[in-house]
């Protein structure tokens, strides 16, 4: 049963910064492609990077440039680095995990994907 477990949410003015974490259980980790959505009250969630166990990444256009995903496959741990934020960035960010070895947001969306409960990013 795979558990996936966020941190690192809070509140931050505009401009700031904040770093997410998941830490991951269940699964043999470094195997499986991880990554982040975030969804807004009322809206479909929206995917902002994956990452494979290669590390290889990739980013939804919309989230290129302030945006960096990582991951620690010793750790079972991955990560959201948030730059530069704005009011619209403010969301319920969540981690998911898949097994897919194309490591996309949009084939993550299409698989059997575990979620974690999400951390909640409020920028003003």
């Known amino acids: 049963h795979v558990q996936l477990v966020e941190s690192g949410g809070g509140s931050v003015q505009t401009g700031g910064s904040l770093r997410l974490s998941c830490t991951s259980s269940?699964?043999?980790?470094?195997?499986?492609?991880v990554g982040w959505f975030r969804q807004t009250q009322g809206n479909d969630r929206e995917g902002v990077g994956a990452i494979g166990g290669d590390h290889t990444q990739f980013y939804a256009d919309s989230m290129k440039g302030r945006f960096t995903i990582s991951r620690d496959n010793a750790a079972n741990a991955l990560y959201l680095q948030l730059n530069n934020l704005k009011a619209e960035d403010s969301a319920m960010y969540y981690c998911?995990?898949?097994?897919?070895?194309?490591?996309?947001?949009?084939?993550?969306?299409?698989?059997?994907?575990?979620w974690g409960v999400g951390t909640q990013v409020t920028v003003s």
């Open positions: 269940g699964h043999t980790y470094g195997l499986y492609c």
């Open positions: 998911a995990s898949v097994w897919n070895p194309n490591c996309t947001t949009i084939s993550m969306a299409r698989g059997d994907v575990d």
